[in-house]
């Protein structure tokens, strides 16, 4: 069964309880898989069959969202065509299209294709390269333009937000002086009566009241009373029962007096215009934060530039980047940023790939070097030859991995939304029971809806449902400013829990390169450096890796290989040939011992070098021998500290590795690592990650294609990026940097991120537990209720801006 797999913009989601309607919604829909909600990008993504086999069309899965009260954003394309399209291929055009998951409808004209959309899933020049190899020459028949980033559609919020704020609060102030003020001001109530009197006081109330909830204070209504009216109320429709309800009794006390006992005519407009400004301060500072949480992907997103200069022809022209295709010649400022991913065609200088390793230090690039988009080029022209633009791009699949992430959801959000489902309902629930013991208790109505309205505005779902995104947006940002890429969210969770963490050994704590560690002349011999000319003569002719290492030896030393002829490769033994008029043997003991050369006299340094994880490379000379050598893959510099770092957290490490025993013990014992299973192939890692899981969760660091299995079987999969792509992508976790100190910063992270939603769930829970009581009078021994709707919005305004603040500590988290 084939999946598909889109995103949805939902901007409807305005808090915890919104986030598994909108999962319900889908999820009900035949065929559906997955559905993950993600409050803080406003986004569900969603993994379903092909329609081909049963499964939802696109516009199936949209009409459920829009039913549920969640539309998704749409957008529409024009594709024109300079020829008339036959019958025939538009409906192939519009099978080819429809096929798309984030396309929802398709009406084809003789030279018009009119495509619907979801925005952001998919973008028109993308829709022109589907329609392509049917022989369709289409082009979008306006420019596109491009989609707001996360950070732009937040800055607008913020300012809508702070917009509306500020008129709500010109509009309250003079409501709450002309309520409050005879409360707080001697000789207020006397001025009021004496100048425009009592009546005409609440009168100019209802006028600002009303223009409050009508002007900033509909977004509650519009949102809140449909919800209401489908049966799932949500925290916006808390707001609007409490607003409502003040302002509904105040306008019939005001207008039709009689209709109420004197005892109780009194009025609440402050109630209901303070009510919605404290809580549009508080969703301000809300968004205020939310931007700033969400600032990684922003500043990746701005690492693309806008043009490129590329050859055409002759000539050099500026081109947007989006018009960029694989093969394309670009020349390469000094100081500019890298278009898309490229090999180096020209020139020799250095690239700054700090937003790519986290690493500040340049790396220098030459003819043949690869280079990634979003990199900075330092002082040097170059020209490279593009490989990969867009969604292909390394910097492409690095947003894609964080936003992934960053909509993940953790095994502990699973009890957060089955309170949030409930939550709404109960504390309406709650509200009305206020309400009536109140009135029971003879206490009168004018009390008993206060009270009833307190226990309305305390409730707050939204930082229940914030507790846990928030944390992971941050903590998932400031990771990939360091280099560390979670792919999936519910990694983080996983890796905070991890008891063991196993190691491959070459590439991963070894530099996964041969190279020349020890050089030794044997006695009555000819200088080693001499052997060593002569044997790098030899190996320049073989493709072997240590021939490499020895090549390089050579070089480091200064010195020039000599000429070589008649070079033969003794498979399993090592090589022969001529250089300089001397006969060379080069390998293994018993390659020399077939020529007939004794090795007796180095043999005690040639077990020394073994037992410390070296290979012996002997060298003879005319029948004679003249050196011994030993190549190593020598330690990467950080992997002892790792190894310190992560015993000091707790976490036991292991060694797993398909080398031979005695190496791989040579090296585990260097760095203090006990466990060691060597001699191993993919499907002996797998065995031996199943078995540590038998101790608790299990994670495996690997680079290669064979660490494939063994990072897919572990709990966390976590790959150096400088690995191969299948490594990459099996992996939950990615270190950019190939450093693997990068291990114990991913665990130190991920702890952090959890403790951080720990204190934001308890403070969510612990508040709802602590003043929904005191506003239903419960914890008052005098009777009355216990808190006023005014301390009510304000207190709940308070809980959502501290959730989402705290989790913005982890901004600053020293990894």
């Not at 070097?369 to 490279?384: A, M, Q």
């Not at 914890?779 to 006023?788: C, D, I, T």
């Amino acid at each position: 069964m084939t999946e598909l797999h889109t995103r949805f913009i939902v901007d409807g989601m305005h808090c915890g309880a919104c986030t598994g309607r909108v999962e319900r919604a889908l999820l009900a829909v035949p065929g559906v898989r997955q559905a993950n909600a993600n409050l803080m990008a406003r986004n569900v993504t969603l993994h379903f069959d092909s329609p081909t086999e049963g499964g939802p069309a696109s516009a199936d899965l949209a009409r459920s969202l829009e039913a549920a009260g969640y539309p998704v954003a749409e957008a529409e394309a024009d594709l024109a065509s300079d020829t008339d399209i036959p019958a025939e291929l538009q409906s192939r055009a519009r099978d080819t299209l429809l096929a798309h998951p984030a396309i929802l409808s398709v009406e084809t004209a003789a030279r018009q294709i009119d495509v619907r959309y979801a925005q952001g899933a998919i973008a028109p020049s993308e829709m022109v390269r589907l329609l392509a190899p049917l022989g369709l020459e289409a082009k979008p028949r306006k420019a596109e333009t491009p989609l707001p980033d996360r950070a732009h559609k937040q800055a607008d919020e913020t300012r809508k937000l702070r917009r509306d704020l500020i008129v709500s609060a010109a509009l309250t102030l003079p409501v709450f002086i002309l309520a409050m003020g005879s409360h707080l001001i001697p000789g207020m109530h006397h001025l009021i009566e004496m100048t425009i009197g009592e009546r005409l006081s609440w009168v100019i109330q209802l006028v600002l009241t009303t223009l409050v909830l009508l002007g900033p204070g509909r977004i509650f209504l519009t949102l809140g009373l449909p919800a209401l009216q489908r049966g799932t109320p949500e925290m916006n429709s808390l707001v609007a029962l409490g607003a409502l309800a003040a302002w509904g009794y105040s306008t019939l006390v005001t207008l039709v007096p009689y209709m109420v006992p004197e005892s109780a005519r009194g009025v609440y407009f402050e109630a209901a215009a303070t009510i919605v400004t404290l809580i549009l301060l508080g969703r301000w500072f809300e968004a205020r934060a939310k931007g700033r949480a969400g600032e990684a992907i922003s500043r990746l997103v701005g690492l693309r530039p806008d043009t490129a200069r590329v050859e055409r022809g002759e000539q050099i022209i500026d081109l947007p980047v989006a018009e960029l295709a694989a093969g394309d010649l670009v020349h390469l400022p000094p100081g500019a940023r890298v278009a898309a991913d490229g090999i180096v065609t020209e020139g020799q200088g250095w690239i700054d790939e700090a937003m790519l390793t986290g690493e500040a230090a340049p790396v220098e690039k030459s003819e043949g070097s690869s280079i990634t988009g979003g990199t900075v080029n330092g002082t040097v022209p170059l020209v490279y030859r593009v490989t990969a633009t867009g969604t292909e791009t390394v910097l492409a699949r690095i947003i894609a991995m964080v936003e992934e992430a960053q909509g993940g959801k953790l095994p502990v959000q699973a009890l957060v939304d089955r309170v949030t489902r409930v939550f709404v309902p109960v504390v309406i629930g709650l509200s009305l029971l206020t309400f009536l013991i109140w009135m029971i208790a003879g206490q009168g109505f004018t009390h008993a809806l206060v009270a009833g309205i307190s226990v309305m505005i305390i409730a707050c779902p939204c930082a229940m449902g914030l507790a846990t995104p928030v944390s992971i947006l941050v903590g998932t940002g400031r990771a990939a400013e360091m280099g560390l890429l979670f792919r999936r969210g519910d990694a983080l969770q996983r890796l905070a829990e991890v008891k063991t963490i196993a190691f491959d050994k070459t590439g991963t704590l070894t530099e996964g390169r041969p190279v020349l560690s020890d050089l030794i002349a044997a006695p009555d011999s000819p200088p080693a450096t001499e052997t060593l000319r002569l044997a790098a003569g030899i190996e320049a002719r073989s493709e072997h890796p240590l021939a490499h290492a020895i090549l390089q030896g050579a070089e480091t030393r200064g010195l020039v290989p000599a000429q070589a002829k008649r070079v033969r490769s003794q498979t399993g033994r090592g090589l022969t040939g001529e250089a300089d008029g001397h006969k060379l043997v080069i390998g293994n003991a018993a390659a020399l011992n077939e020529h007939g050369i004794a090795t007796d006299t180095l043999s005690d340094q040639a077990d020394a070098l073994a037992a410390k994880g070296k290979t012996p490379i002997w060298i003879g000379i005319d029948g004679q021998l003249a050196a011994l050598m030993a190549v190593s893959d020598p330690i990467k510099p950080q992997a002892v500290e790792t190894v310190q770092a992560l015993e000091k957290a707790h976490v036991e490490t292991a060694m797993i590795s398909g080398d031979l025993r005695r190496t791989a013990q040579s090296v585990a014992q260097g760095l203090g690592i006990g466990t060691v299973v060597a001699e191993v192939l993919p499907d002996g890692k797998v065995a031996a990650i199943e078995d540590m899981k038998r101790k608790g969760t299990t994670a495996f660091v690997g680079d290669g294609i064979n660490d494939a299995p063994a990072l897919a079987a572990a709990d966390i999969g976590i790959a150096i990026g400088t690995g191969t792509d299948v490594a990459i992508e099996t992996a939950e976790v990615v270190l950019m940097q190939g450093d693997p100190r990068g291990v114990g910063q991913a665990v130190h992270l991920s702890r952090a991120v959890m403790r951080n939603i720990r204190e934001n769930l308890f403070w969510a829970f612990a508040y709802n537990a602590a003043l929904i009581p005191v506003a239903m009078g419960v914890l008052v021994p005098f009777g009355g209720p216990g808190m006023s709707p005014l301390l009510a919005a304000a207190a709940m305004a308070f809980s959502s801006t501290f959730v989402v603040t705290n989790a913005l500590r982890l901004r600053r988290l020293k990894l």
